[in-house]
């Protein structure tokens, strides 16, 4: 992969469930709107999560890192961006930020380096040839 690999925005609203009594996005909401995008990436590539652990395969997280910079509140317009900044067989790393539609503000950042794993082995595999595909062109 010559450069970073640009993926669907994804837009959210942050409804009542999301916030707390002041109306502010839990944090660990935060990582549910980046797996949410990171999963209709898949999907938007026509990679199923569900048909590959019939398989016993999985995308795993091996690590994440997280930057709160100002907090999301209720009824916002969020859009998660999402890039891949590298790309091996078996590692990504996806670039994530949420944004503030109306402000074009940073809410949050993050970094999640997700890898597939033979369920069965317990050990690293390489990702499908139709992901890898994607990525190289």
């Known amino acids: 992969m010559k450069k970073d690999f640009k993926c669907n925005d994804f837009p959210i609203i942050i409804f009542c469930e999301d ?29 199923s999560q ?18 709160y910079i100002t907090p999301a509140r209720l009824e916002e317009n969020l859009i998660v961006k999402t890039s891949v ?21 940073i809410i949050c950042r993050g970094e999640v380096e997700v890898c597939f794993l033979d369920l069965d082995k317990s050990k690293p595999k390489p990702f499908p040839e139709k992901l890898l595909t994607i990525f190289n062109g």
């Open 19 to 47: 916030t707390d009594f002041q109306g502010i996005v839990y944090h660990a909401n935060y990582l549910k709107y980046f797996e949410r995008a990171r999963t209709q990436f898949l999907i938007d590539q026509g990679i």
């Open 50 to 67: 569900y048909e590959l652990e019939k398989l016993n395969r999985a995308f795993v997280i091996r690590d994440i890192n997280l930057r």
């Open 85 to 105: 900044t590298f790309i091996s067989k078996a590692r990504l790393l996806f670039c994530q930020h949420i944004i503030n539609v109306k402000n074009d503000t």
